[in-house]
């Protein structure tokens, strides 16, 4: 069973800075990619950035050169460093880890999702 914990999500004014942290744990073989997602309500989970086990990055356009995503392969913990807020980035963002269990065996987590506000 693999479990992952985010932490970080709360109120901001626009312009303001959240970091936000998942670190997986449980029964880890190998994780491979990472990511970030976000939800508004009525509209489905959209992919935010997202990064390989080598390090490659990839974001969506309404957050490059914002929002910067990386990892610490040592601790399983992925984070997502999001400058910049703009209103339109509230949401609930979702973490979400590729692992494998065992050599053969691979399987995609969710995080418990944690709520970004960007208000004045």
């Known amino acids: 069973q693999v479990q992952l914990v985010e932490s970080g999500g709360g109120l901001v004014q626009p312009g303001g800075s959240l970091r936000l942290s998942c670190a997986a744990s449980?029964?880890?073989?190998?994780?491979?990619?990472m990511g970030w997602y976000r939800q508004v309500p009525g509209k489905q989970r959209a992919l935010v950035a997202g990064i390989t086990n080598a390090g490659t990055t990839n974001y969506a356009d309404s957050v490059k050169g914002r929002f910067t995503i990386a990892r610490d392969n040592a601790k399983n913990t992925v984070y997502f460093q999001m400058n910049s807020l703009k209103p339109e980035d509230t949401a609930v963002y979702y973490c979400n880890v590729n692992v494998a269990t065992s050599r053969t065996s691979w399987s995609s987590y969710w995080g418990q999702g944690t709520q970004v506000t960007v208000s004045s």
């Open positions: 449980g029964s880890i073989f190998r994780i491979g990619t």
